[in-house]
């Protein structure tokens, strides 16, 4: 499969549809979000009247501004919760440096952590912070809404909402040092490593180095490389989304792969249960053809569990009946 890449679907909405529910394509879109997030748990997304690309280009030149501040500037970004923390350059992902930043699309959030990084202030970042939080935000409540359109229960939706929180994610890969220690033999190396998002839906953005790999649902457990297209949103299905799907929804494993002579910027939010939210599968989702495949439980406990084992299949040991 070397050179190869996945077949990702690539779905575009309209953009000029003011009354998109009530247009004639909501029905089929529904269908099209639900069959790419049950064949590959992934897909590729054209979109642009959310979230206009201007504010997307912004926010990968304020990344820049950003992963530029010192490291020591960088590290007083703590935060008792996983996946927050300044990470930088740690032993298993050398070239991964990251920030998670809880729900930025308060004002209070990100200015707060804009204040901490640039104690002068700098009004800029933290305005393209919160607005492409909230635009993304948006974007992630419309494709959960498809969602649960596509099962028939487009009035269940609200109610699970409310009960979800976000993480924005800044992330950036630096090229690969030669020689590099994670060397692949190819002058690639793990920018990334493998594993499946815990959370229910992710909605990335990247700049134009590619990277992204997945293991295909239906291959041979092999990596294949995605192709990004410019401007294109990455939506991935989480772990908890799957297990509230009864299993039908597939979290795909991906990593980050790099190589090449240039640094790779990505960025996204990842919707979360709010704390304390139960994960459980509705009556609905259950039948012959479709037994009960995990019990209720609660978020929370399933990120320590993973944080303490990180098995890759932390869901079915944790949650599976
Ligand atoms: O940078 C990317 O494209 C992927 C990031 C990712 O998978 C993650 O942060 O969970
Ligand atoms: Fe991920």
């Keep these: 499969m070397m050179g190869a890449h996945h077949q990702t679907p690539y779905l575009e909405f309209p953009e000029d549809i003011e009354q998109f529910e009530s247009s004639s394509y909501w029905v089929p879109l529904c269908a099209q979000v639900r069959e790419a997030c049950e064949a590959h748990g992934f897909f590729l997304l054209q979109y642009d009247k959310v979230v206009p690309k201007t504010l997307r280009r912004d926010m990968l030149s304020a990344m820049r501004s950003l992963f530029d501040l010192p490291d020591e500037t960088k590290c007083r970004y703590q935060n008792p919760k996983p996946y927050r923390s300044y990470s930088g350059k740690c032993p298993v992902a050398p070239l991964h440096e990251s920030f998670g930043i809880d729900d930025p699309h308060k004002l209070d959030a990100a200015r707060d952590f804009t204040d901490l990084m640039w104690p002068e202030g700098n009004p800029g970042f933290c305005e393209t912070l919160h607005s492409i939080n909230s635009k993304i935000l948006e974007l992630n409540s419309l494709i959960m809404k498809m969602i649960f359109e596509s099962f028939g229960m487009g009035g269940e939706f609200k109610s699970h909402f409310q009960d979800s929180s976000t993480v924005f994610r800044i992330m950036k890969y630096r090229v690969p040092p030669p020689p590099s ?4 033999g190819d002058g690639s190396a793990i920018g990334l490593v493998a594993h499946t998002d815990k959370n229910d839906l992710t ?18 457990d092999e990596w294949v490389k995605v192709r990004v297209p410019e401007d294109a949103f990455i939506v991935i299905v989480g772990d908890a989304l799957k297990a509230w799907s009864n299993g039908r ?15 790779r910027y990505s960025c996204g939010l990842f919707s979360i249960p709010k704390e304390g939210a139960m994960i459980r599968v509705p009556a609905k989702l259950v039948d012959t053809d479709h037994p009960l495949r995990y019990r209720p439980f609660k978020f929370d406990d399933y990120v320590t569990y993973f944080v303490s084992n990180r098995r890759d299949d932390a869901l079915e040991v944790y949650a599976g009946v």
């Design 181 to 184: 220690i994670n060397d692949q």
């Design 203 to 220: 909605i990335l953005y990247q700049n134009d180095v590619q990277g992204l790999e997945v293991v295909p649902r239906d291959g041979d």
């Design 249 to 263: 929804l597939h979290a795909v494993k991906h990593r980050v792969v790099m190589s090449g002579d240039r640094d």
